[in-house]
């Protein structure tokens, strides 16, 4: 059995932290240029198409590998001291085939019906049905990755990622430029999982041969609530999206697609990575006994002094960097991305309390912090898209047809009747008047107006209707009714009767 060594421990988490940072930096200057290119080429509605075939992909992947990505993290480093790490191995990834495989059938029956949700055109099956081959090639490589990041192979986990990363990013841009559009992105994406497994699998398939397996019964025990709280993750970080898609058309799928990308750029560069070592270094102090709370301080030192600058950075430039990344086309992209932007600190500590859980295999408290924040999210954002006089309202017609969902607006209604004027718009230019008769409260005594005012200059009759027809107490729709504007005459009268009243 190998011995525990603090001194090691923090030598491989500096060396993994700084691999993985180098790492990052580099795959995310070659996605950004990629995306530049592709926002340029396919526009806002194809890259709308885009990022709903991305919801597909990343839903199934973390239903089908998200879990077992996150155990492999786990396991690998936590039974690397205790001579278990072999025989799981054998057992995640026997798991991951057979996730992969009930992944890629499920998405290839769905896929017609998500492009008729999702995006209105049932002839768009075509990207939706490729995510059949790119779900199970997500989750058999995710899974390698998490293995090869337990063993704290940071070096060999980061050339993987950028020569991955790099071979994609050509591939697509050559499809791209050859007018392959969608499919062309698609296969750039299922091209770095490809190169990334196959980077991957020599060193992973050693352990394969061997006689021995570890409980399923563990893993899928620590997997599911894992699973369960990255779906909730999903349905929380991508309510935005799945109201744009419901009430909004596929291009504003496009323009909030670039704010989500250009607002996560200090998560990608900073917070990604160091989660990332931090993991392992935990589950290792973790399978010895170690506290957990020197690990959180240092963690949580560090990300806060190189993420806040970053993030406000970020969010003053967020126009410009809109400009420069995805053109004038996505201009209304700035002020999304700034939100994201200052929204990464809090992301980065929530991250690193989630990690150091994770570490200590409770994954059940895991589940139970992402959950609890969903209401929240879900009813401060969904009833105001819903109010309104189509949606559900008191004044609700029954649901708005597809064809008109792009024009939407979700927000409430303006409703005159429902709008609350103050005393500095009683009388004042473009005031209708109240649309029931006034009651005057018991005690107070209206004066009638003086006469120069029952015939104003602007048209229009201010006198008692006289009785008849049933019609004495209330004027019929649009009968003498006028805009008048403040006189004295009315000031005067509303003066006479605030002081009879006092």
């Not at 190998?2 to 030598?11: G, I, K, L, T, W």
């Not at 559900?392 to 303006?414: D, F, K, V, W």
């Not at 009759?461 to 049933?470: I, V």
Request: charged share 15%; net charge positive; with cysteine.
């Amino acid at each position: 059995m190998n011995m525990y060594d603090p001194r090691e421990e923090r030598v491989l988490a500096t060396r993994g932290s700084m691999a993985l940072s180098l790492q990052a930096i580099l795959t995310s200057i070659l996605g950004l240029a990629f995306f530049v290119l592709l926002a340029r080429i396919l526009g806002p509605f194809e890259l709308g198409v885009y990022a709903a075939v991305s919801l597909v992909t990343a839903l199934g992947s973390i239903l089908g590998g998200h879990g077992l990505q996150q155990a492999a993290v786990r396991y690998a480093a936590y039974l690397k001291l205790r001579g278990q790490e072999p025989q799981a191995r054998r057992t995640v990834f026997l798991l991951a085939i057979g996730a992969s495989a009930v992944a890629g059938a499920v998405l290839y029956a769905v896929a017609p019906w998500a492009a008729e949700v999702l995006v209105d055109d049932a002839s768009a099956a075509g990207p939706f049905r490729f995510t059949a081959v790119l779900v199970p090639m997500m989750i058999v490589a995710i899974v390698l990755d998490g293995w090869t990041q337990g063993m704290q192979a940071y070096g060999r986990l980061a050339a993987a990622r950028v020569l991955s990363r790099g071979l994609s990013v050509g591939l697509g841009a050559i499809l791209l430029l050859a007018g392959w559009g969608v499919l062309g992105a698609l296969w750039s994406l299922a091209a770095y999982y490809a190169f990334l497994a196959a980077a991957l699998a020599p060193h992973f398939v050693r352990g394969l041969l061997g006689r021995g397996w570890f409980s399923s019964k563990a893993i899928l025990s620590f997997s599911g609530p894992i699973t369960a709280s990255g779906v909730a993750t999903f349905g929380a970080n991508y309510t935005e999206s799945l109201l744009v898609i419901a009430f909004r058309t596929t291009a504003d799928l496009g323009v909030y697609n670039v704010a989500l990308t250009v607002g996560t750029v200090v998560l990608l560069l900073i917070v990604g990575p160091f989660l990332a070592a931090v993991l392992p270094t935990s589950s290792r102090v973790a399978s010895v006994g170690r506290n957990q709370a020197g690990v959180f301080a240092g963690a949580s030192r560090y990300l806060t002094l190189l993420v806040l600058p970053g993030s406000v950075g970020l969010a003053v430039l967020s126009p410009q960097w809109v400009q420069l990344l995805a053109g004038p086309a996505f201009v209304d992209a700035a002020f999304p991305a700034a939100i994201l932007a200052i929204a990464s600190l809090p992301f980065a500590i929530s991250g690193m309390l989630s990690t150091l859980l994770l570490a200590e295999g409770r994954a059940g408290r895991v589940l139970l912090a992402t959950v609890l924040p969903i209401p929240m999210a879900v009813g401060g954002v969904r009833p105001r898209a819903l109010r309104g006089p189509h949606r559900g309202g008191p004044h609700s017609s029954g649901p708005l047809p597809r064809r008109a969902r792009g024009r939407l607006r979700t927000g409430p209604a303006r409703d005159p009747r429902h709008v609350r004027l103050g005393p500095h718009r009683q009388g004042g230019p473009g005031f209708a008047g109240p649309r029931r008769a006034f009651v005057p409260p018991p005690g107070l005594e209206c004066k009638p107006l003086p006469p120069s005012c029952l015939r104003p200059a602007w048209g229009g009759d201010l006198s008692p209707r006289p009785a008849g027809n049933g019609d004495s107490e209330r004027r019929r729709p649009g009968a003498g009714r006028a805009n008048p504007p403040a006189t004295p005459c009315v000031g005067r009268a509303l003066a006479m009767t605030h002081s009879d009243e006092t």
